[in-house]
C-alpha cells in the first residue's frame, strides 16, 4: 500500500550543488505536485502538474525545475543549491487538480544546504 | 487570490479539553476546505473536508462546519486525547487550482 513515495528521505548539499528529488504514485492519479514545509511558513507549492505532460508554476518556483516523466512521476530538480532551499520538500497527488479533490501526500525529503 | 488563515499556536490543552482552532478564507466562488493534520516526522493526512456550504466534516472525533456568510471552516474536538498533538493545516481549493494552506497551528496535549 505504497501510495506516494519519495527519494532521498535526507540529504546534505553544498552550496551550488544539484540534485533530484524523485517521486512516484502508484493510484493512477493525474495530477501531482511539489510542495515545500518551512518553520512559520505552512506548506507552499513549487510547481505542480495537473496531468501527464504539463506543467504549472506554484507560489514559490524560482530555483526549481520539474519533469513529468510519465503519469506515475514527478521530478523536481534544484539545479543549484542555496542555503534558502533548505526545507522539507513534499510531493503529493490527486486524481484531479482542485474543486474537492483529496490530495495523497509523501512522507517528506528532508534536504539540508550548507 | 486565494488565501487561507488559521489561528497561531501553539495550543495547550489538557487531555479531555475541548478544542477549536480557527480557519477563514479569502477565495471567489465556492472553494471546497480542508483539514489536514501532521504527526511528528510524517507526511500530512487527511484529516476531513466539506466541499459545499453548510457541510460538515468529520472524522475521528473531529468537526468542522463550511459556513459561507462568515468564511470559516472552524476544527472541533469535544475532548482531545495526547494522541492529538500534531500540526493542523486548513487549506481549500477550486476547480483547477492546487490546495492552497495555511499556516498550520502546533496543539499540544498533556495527559
Known amino acids: 500500500n505504497a501510495g506516494v513515495t519519495q527519494t532521498p528521505k535526507f540529504q546534505v548539499l553544498k552550496t551550488g550543488q544539484s540534485m533530484t528529488l524523485q517521486c512516484a504514485q502508484d493510484m493512477n492519479h493525474n495530477s501531482m505536485y511539489w510542495y515545500r514545509q518551512d518553520p512559520g511558513m505552512g506548506l507552499r507549492l513549487i510547481y505542480y502538474s495537473a496531468s501527464e505532460g504539463t506543467t504549472d508554476k506554484g507560489e514559490v518556483p524560482n530555483g526549481y525545475n520539474v519533469s513529468r516523466l510519465n503519469k506515475r512521476e514527478f521530478s523536481l530538480r534544484l539545479e543549484s543549491a542555496a542555503p534558502s532551499q533548505t526545507s522539507v520538500y513534499f510531493c503529493a497527488s490527486s486524481q484531479r487538480t482542485g474543486a474537492g479533490n483529496t490530495i495523497y501526500f509523501g512522507e517528506g525529503s528532508w534536504l539540508t544546504v550548507v | 487570490g486565494n488565501s487561507v488563515t488559521q489561528m497561531e499556536g501553539p495550543v495547550t490543552l489538557s487531555e479531555e479539553a475541548f478544542l477549536t482552532i480557527n480557519c477563514t478564507y479569502t477565495?471567489?466562488?465556492?472553494?471546497?476546505l480542508f483539514w489536514y493534520v501532521q504527526y511528528p516526522g510524517e507526511g500530512l493526512q487527511l484529516l476531513l473536508k466539506a466541499t459545499k456550504a453548510d457541510d460538515k466534516g468529520s472524522n475521528k472525533g473531529f468537526e468542522a462546519t463550511y459556513r459561507k456568510e462568515t468564511t470559516s471552516f472552524h476544527l472541533e474536538k469535544g475532548s482531545v486525547q495526547v494522541s492529538d498533538s500534531a500540526v493542523y493545516f486548513c487549506a481549500l481549493n477550486q476547480a483547477g487550482t492546487a490546495l492552497i494552506f495555511g499556516k498550520g497551528t502546533t496543539l499540544s496535549v498533556s495527559s
Open positions: 477565495a471567489t466562488g465556492y472553494p471546497s
